[in-house]
């Protein structure tokens, strides 16, 4: 289910997530194994798991999940700049592969996790704090048993295209509790 479902600006948005999202964590691997991906974002979006730290420390957040598709809002800052006067492209990669992986993540059975094999980057025009807010968008292209894809774009409030990107991800079992 979508985050936002009943519409809203980016602010709006953005400002619901943060006050539904619990403080920065990590979840346990039952609460992995027990959820299918969608779950596992869901309970992270609602505050019944911690959010990630890189999130917090990125300024980078889910605003929208469903099965196939996922969302993330970030606003670009100082702090995210490269010595040459713009942010720097892995702050831009991080919001795409969140974006990517977690469109992923959210096609998977519970039991089943994921890890990126390959992440391609196009960067199509530079991001400074000018900018302002930007959201990836990740959309499953395909989701095996073993090998899933997923292609993302980055964009402004008025639809520019920033960077896009594609992915492949392995799929494989948990392991259980005792293992």
């Known amino acids: 289910m979508s985050s936002s479902a009943n519409g809203g600006s980016w602010d709006e948005q953005l400002r619901s997530v943060r006050e539904r999202m619990a403080a920065p964590g990590v979840a346990l691997p039952a609460d992995l194994r027990g959820r299918s991906g969608v779950q596992f974002l869901e309970a992270i979006g609602s505050g019944q798991l911690p959010s990630p730290p890189i999130g917090h420390t990125l300024d980078i957040w889910p605003i929208e999940w469903e099965n196939g598709r996922t969302v993330f809002q970030g606003l670009p800052a100082t702090a995210h700049y490269n010595p040459l006067g713009s942010v720097h492209g892995g702050w831009i990669a991080t919001m795409l592969d969140s974006a990517v992986g977690c469109a992923i ?3 998977l059975p519970a039991g089943k ?8 980057v196009n960067y199509v025009r530079p991001v400074t704090t000018a900018t ?3 959201r990836a968008e990740g959309k499953v292209i395909h989701a095996g048993g073993q090998v899933a894809t997923a292609e993302g774009r980055l964009y402004d409030t008025s639809g520019k295209l920033y960077a896009h990107a594609t992915t492949t991800c392995l799929i494989f079992s948990l392991p259980s509790q005792s293992g």
Request: aromatic fraction near 8%; avoid cysteine; charge should be neutral.
């Open 105 to 107: 993540h959210s096609m």
């Open 113 to 120: 996790g994921y890890t990126t094999l390959e992440l391609k």
């Open 132 to 134: 302002g807010a930007l």
